[in-house]
Every structure is written in structure tokens, then in C-alpha cells.
């Protein structure tokens, strides 16, 4: 597997963004797969009519259910899973390890569950309405076809892929989460069955097989019931169901690497259920795998002295830049906010700058929620400015 990895790129679909993917991208790369490998079959429409597709490959008994960008901002899975494809119809020297897994599995893959969200880049469709909220009653077309699809196949594992923001940490650790993985519960007791113990097994290994390339980045999401979402509903009907986050990796803005590590992710996954491996591992390990909590910021700017009426703070800033997407140019832009003032000791910054003996000076529109745009000065000179969430110098 640790060569696969090291290989990746010779798998990575070039014509697939990593950040952002649109329909029409993943309707030509289906198209062009392989039909005496693959079967494609068209499983629905989405509200506004987009096609829904479904990738079958491997002839063996045991069966895998995987899809992705349930939530229409979380594209990394789905370049992931079109890597996979590449990786599973390529000959060459890893023709073994393919063949061993397609004897033992049956896998069905649904790339981009709601591609009227992945249109214009938002998380819920275009009725507004969360997928991963809408598992009961179903009243998404998107919600149903999956639905439909998983109660009719009855998988043995459905893998249930999300991106998750780049503010969780691992623990309480100032290290980020690359990947969170969860065992969805069945109930608000949270209480363990052999359905959710055969999902609890796979992240075990995964997150041992993971440590190799990003020690300390994985975490384990926190394990809420939420009778309204998928994972939970799936595992509640007897499919034991994993779900991975995408998160984020220090210096990958773009996700690449971390559309490897899913690549890696499912493929590790695919291997050790064909050889059962999960069942020789004891359920109880997936607790080892430290809790995700939200402790960072993009920004945090420390020790600052705040001149107020006369008195004095001091005070760090935490500063948030939120990604938005321009639908015409298919480009990203952020819009900055202060998200919070005061000590923020339990924090951390993706970015942090120590600015003892630097002041800011008390204005109307420096508040939490504002727009982070403020002038910092050193002996009454203004030497930065943050513009929109960036730290500029000014000299
Ligand atoms: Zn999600």
C-alpha cells in the first residue's frame, strides 16, 4: 500500500479539480471509463434534473457502498474517487492487490450526490435543504436515491464521504485534523452493536495505516446521535456504515494531499475488508483515536495592547477567512471576519504573530463579527494592516 501512495500521481485524474468539480467535468470523465470494466448506471436526477450516477466494479460477494459531496462545498472525496477509478482500471505491477480486492468485493460508488449544491458551490440543494438532515423524511429526490439505493443493496460497508473545515484539531493538540473518522451511532445512548463494531474495526486500522503519513493528524468526530443524518439512519438499518472528513493539512490550501490520503483512505479500507483483517482487530482501539475539537483560526494575532478611555488591554485577535466561491469564474475569494477578542490561550492559528508592544487603537468597527480590516501600530507608527484577514506589513 505504502507504494501505491508513493506512486499516487500516476492515478491522479488531472482533468478533475481537487477544490472545485462540476457536473459536466464528472458526466465526460464517467463517460470515457471503461464500460467492460465499469457499469454506469444512471440511479436518478437531482431537483434541477442533473444525472445521478452509479459505478459498479468487482465481482466478489462482499459489497461497498461509497459516495460523496452529499454537501455540494466538499468536492475532495469526488476527486478521490475518480483517482480510484484510474487506479483500479491501470495495468501494471499492482495488477495483484487490484484483482485480490474485485474477487471479494462488489463496489458501488455514487460520485457527487448533490450536484445542484456542487453547481454553485453551497452544502445544501437547490431547495436549500441539508441531504444529511433529510434522511427520514426524505423529501429530496438526492436523499431518496440514496436511500433507495443503499436499503435495495444492503451493503456490508458504506463509506459516507464529507470535507470538514481546517479549524479541528486533533485532541486538544495544536496539530490539525487531516482526516476525522466516525463511527456513526445508532442512538443517544450511543451504545455499540455488531454493526457499528465492524465500522469501529476498519477505522482502527485505518488510523494505524494512516499514522505513516500524517502521525498526530488524525481524529475521531465527536460520536453525537443525530437522528436526522444518513450515517445514523444506515447504521440503525444494519449497515455498518464509516464516515471520513476531509480536513485540512498545513500548507495544502488546495486539498491535493489530502485528496491523496483519500485516495489511500479507501483504497487501505477496500484491502483489509476483502481480507477481513478488520475482524482481528479489538473495536475498542477506535476510542485511542483522540477527539476533534475546533481550535483554530486562520488567524491569531497575540499580546496586542488595546488603548481604550485611557486603559489598557491586552488582548488576542482570532480571525476567521471564509471561502467563497464566484460562480461565473469558478474562483475562490475569501471574506474575513474577527471571530473573537480577548485570551484566546486554548487557541491556535493556522497563522500566529506574536505583536507584544504593538497597539491598536479603539474604534466603532473593531468588534467580533466585523470585517478584519484593522491598522496595527509600534510607537504611534502603523507598521501593519490586516486587510481582509491578511497580515501586511507596511514598511
Ligand atoms: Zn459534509
Redo the contacts with the bound molecule.
Sequence with gaps: MKNIFDVYEKYKDSGIRTDFISHQQITKTINKLDKNFFEISLIGNSIKGKDIYSIKFGKGKTKILAWSQM?GD?PTATSALFDLFNFFSTDDEFNEIKKEILEELEIHIIPMLNPDGAEVYKRENSFNIDL?RDAVLLQSDESNILWKYSQKLKPDFAFNL??QNSYYAVGRSNKTAAVSFLAPPLDYSKSINYTREKSMQVIALLNDFLSQFVNGHIARYKDDFEPRAFGDNLMKSGISTILIESGYFPKDENKDFIRKLNFISILYSLQIISRREYQNIFYGKYFDIPENNELFFDLVLRNLTLNFNYRKFIIDIGIKRSKKFNVTSKTFYYESKISAIGDLSIYYGLEEFDLTNHEILFEENFAVDSDANFIIYKNELPIIEIKNGFLIKKE
Design positions: 454537501h466538499e444529511n464529507h470535507d
